[in-house]
């Protein structure tokens, strides 16, 4: 909770106002019994009728103000508390959304979509409903109690003594909630690990709805999600049953303190005449003023109770909040004192180097990639193939540091990419991921978000390079064009062109594609290769590719075997020196395929020249 007050004291004045405005109010509020009780003595002593009832419209005069005040205070409590709570809730959202931006994939992994998306919306929503009671009710009720026991006891027409039953019943009614809370606790806990389940079963079935119809398995989703959902409705119902118990317990003590108020009294009055009346008088009115004040006092239990329903919820949910924004990065950012910006923007681009670099993840004492090394240059192509899980993506992922190596190192144009900045270095990469993934609103702005400030003729010149003139020239409204989200309203080998222009405009040092051309049809990806050299000259290109037909004139090869770099060179270097190398480019194509991939790419080769 020490978070929830950190985030609260941004805006203390705030805080400071309802407080004020509150104690206000319990003073204003407590302040009536005493005019009730005047009117009672006014009509008691029975005086001349037209002084009684000037007296009367006095008395009853000042409570219409104070009911007037209270009215007015209550109102600023409730807006200004909402308003309160509402940027408190916008804050913590605000900060959660950029940890999870700036979250390492390992870090990001550790606590998986369905759950951030859960803890960022569910569990802030559950901080601020419960801002907006506490933030009143948390003060107003103390308030309530000390100031009616002051009262109690220093009032000249009450009776202390009437006090001993609300001695009794405070610490049982204490005691009872304190008890409901720890046994609440745990399964509020538990609850918020259901709905991350809930969450994870519903997002995974959107997802793939698809599939589900294809293989017509939508009963099967739906008693899956029948499972986790009975689960969570059943540790929601056993938490509620235990919190429910909350109103019961104070109301009854509640009505044995009101009804023990009265008894104490009359047994109190034992001594007094009924010819007595004006002591019978006061005593009545005291025991009747006690006894208000002890309904206020009462009431500000049962407003503390529905605060304190919410509590074990609201700790289970901040707990959560706080697991996220204290997450360690495991990608350390570097020492920015010790980077000289401008001298590294005057470098020579364009080179990167692996030397002998292993990678483990952190919960894994298997390596997914051992000893690699290699160096590209400004100009060339390096390829990387190998069979499916030998850790291709895993280099690809190095570089931009998504994760960091566990041994070895990387150089970027003599910098170990570890003393510089992420924000730089990522600048310095155009990264094409294996999964083509575009945003939510037009063709130009999703090639803008490789470079904001790209011009229209840059962004044509990349569309062009990428190979997609031919579908957005027949689109009405060409790049103007929505894309819905996730660019479902585009084929995968269109979307991977647009990802590939969104790259290029970014104009960097160093190109990363990763598996990128996997959903084009050989003529268009030699095409696009063939236009990628001449767009890119002082780049260099990290091509990681499924296909021998995408790399085979690339300038440097590098192929890998269950993590390891078994062969490095040309096609035709490694057709002689790697075995696993001419296994991959027999189960893919037959010399004669071969020779004739190799005479298409000359053909396109010379159709760029002319």
């Excluded at 407080?19 to 206000?24: N, P, S």
């Excluded at 470079?451 to 840059?458: L, P, Q, R, T, V």
């Excluded at 190109?511 to 084009?520: G, K, M, N, P, Q």
Aim: charged residues 20%.
């Amino acid at each position: 909770m020490k978070k929830l007050i950190k985030v609260l004291m941004k805006r203390w004045w705030l805080v400071l106002l309802v407080w004020v405005a509150i104690i206000i109010q319990c003073f204003l509020q407590l302040q009536l019994p005493d005019r009730m009780n005047a009117i009672q003595s006014i009509i008691t002593k029975i005086p001349q009728p037209d002084d009684a009832i000037n007296q009367i419209w006095v008395q009853g005069g000042w409570m219409l103000l104070l009911s007037l005040g209270v009215f007015i205070l209550a109102s600023i409590q409730n807006f200004f508390g909402t308003y309160l709570s509402a940027h408190v809730a916008q804050d913590l959202r605000e900060e959660m959304f950029k940890k999870v931006n700036s979250l390492s994939l390992t870090d990001y992994s550790k606590f998986g979509t369905a759950s951030l998306i859960t803890r960022t919306t569910n569990d802030i929503e559950q901080v601020k409903n419960f801002l907006i009671m506490a933030i009143r009710t948390l003060v107003m009720s103390p308030t309530y109690i000390v100031v009616a026991l002051v009262l109690i006891f220093t009032k000249d027409y009450t009776n202390p003594k009437l006090a001993i039953v609300l001695a009794v019943v405070i610490p049982l009614i204490t005691i009872c909630i304190v008890i409901l809370l720890i046994l609440a606790l745990p399964l509020f806990k538990q609850l918020q690990i259901n709905i991350d389940n809930i969450t994870i079963t519903l997002r995974e079935n959107l997802t793939g709805i698809r599939v589900i119809r294809a293989y017509n398995q939508q009963k099967t989703e739906n008693k899956k999600f029948d499972e986790v959902n009975f689960i969570g409705s059943k540790t929601i119902l056993k938490a509620n049953r235990i919190m429910a118990a909350t109103d019961p317990i104070i109301s009854i003590f509640f009505n044995l303190a009101y009804v023990g108020i009265f008894a104490l009294g009359y047994f109190l009055m034992e001594g007094i005449t009924i010819s007595d009346t004006s002591a019978l008088a006061n005593e009545v009115s005291g025991i009747v003023v006690v006894s208000q004040y002890s309904m206020q006092i009462m009431q500000s239990f049962i407003m503390l109770a529905f605060v304190l329903v919410l509590l074990p919820q609201t700790m289970a949910s901040m707990s959560r909040i706080n697991e996220v924004l204290k997450c360690e990065d495991t990608v350390k950012e570097c020492d920015h004192n010790k980077f000289n910006e401008e001298l590294f923007q005057k470098r020579e681009k364009g080179s990167i180097e692996f030397k002998d670099v292993s990678f483990c993840y952190p919960d894994s004492n298997t390596p997914v990639i051992e000893h690699i090394s290699f160096k590209t240059k400004p100009g060339t192509t390096t390829a990387i193939i190998g069979s499916t899980g030998s850790g291709k993506s895993t280099i690809i992922n190095l570089i931009p540091r998504f994760y960091d190596a566990t041994s070895g190192e990387i150089i970027l144009d003599n910098y170990n990419i570890k003393d510089i900045p992420q924000k730089t270095l990522r600048d310095c990469i155009g990264f094409v991921p294996q999964q083509a993934l575009l945003f939510s609103g037009t063709i130009e702005e999703n090639i803008r978000f490789g470079n904001k400030n790209a011009s229209d003729e840059e962004i044509l010149e990349a569309l062009s390079v990428a190979q997609t003139e031919h579908f957005i020239s027949k689109l009405p409204n060409g790049t103007k064009t929505f894309v819905s989200q996730g660019g479902k309203n585009f084929s995968g080998g269109q979307k991977q062109r647009l990802c590939i222009a969104r790259a290029l405009v970014k104009k960097p040092e160093i190109y990363v594609f990763d598996d990128s051309f996997s959903a084009l049809d050989f003529k268009t990806d030699a095409k696009l290769r063939q236009a990628l050299k001449k767009y890119i000259v002082n780049s260099s290109i990290i091509i990681v590719a499924q296909r021998v037909s995408s790399i085979l004139d690339a300038d440097n090869i590098i192929v890998l075997n269950e993590g390891k770099c078994v062969g490095q060179g040309t096609h035709a270097e490694l057709l002689k020196s790697c075995a696993i190398y001419q296994d991959i480019v027999k189960s893919q194509l037959d010399p004669d395929e071969v020779e004739k991939t190799i005479n298409i790419l000359n053909s396109i080769k010379s159709e760029g020249g002319n």
